[in-house]
């Protein structure tokens, strides 16, 4: 069980640090988006900041009951999300980017949720409500491009 308690810390703050970066790209993107096509996508991610910043809380919490340590900045690995461009007019590139993140966020949420399998039901638990919840963005996001793409 501490093997597994330590996997369990390990892919919680794996999980934070994804979180984390999430909510670094939207405020960017909520913030340097321009055009009136935009509009709808800033108020979208920038509603999101907030859940995602709440999702990071619960994880963090997690991760403290199981004897783990929240990491701070320097420990948090980002990078592993497509940045924001300087072409604050790439509203397609957004809505890819914000998709590629949901999809790594539902598949690493999976991975955490068989990982704690008959294990771990409390991390579990809180690894499907928050999959639920990336699923939802991810399904909203999908419909954002499809209305780009058919533009």
Sequence with gaps: MADNKEQVISLLSTA???E???VLNYLANSVNLDGVRAEEIKKS??????EEIMHAQQLGRRIKQLGGLVPGAAALTLGN??????KTTDVVGVIKAVIDAEEQAC?????????????????QDLCIRL????????IL???FLKEYESA
């Design 20 to 22: 984390i970066e999430t």
């Design 81 to 86: 999300q497509i940045q924001p461009n300087d």
């Design 107 to 123: 598949a690493h949420y999976n991975k955490v949720i068989k990982a704690t399998d008959g294990e771990d039901y409390v991390s």
């Design 141 to 143: 996001f999908r419909g």
């Design 45 to 50: 991610l920038a509603a999101d900041i907030t």
């Design 16 to 18: 934070y640090s994804m």
């Design 131 to 138: 999959l639920a919840d990336e699923e939802e963005h991810l």
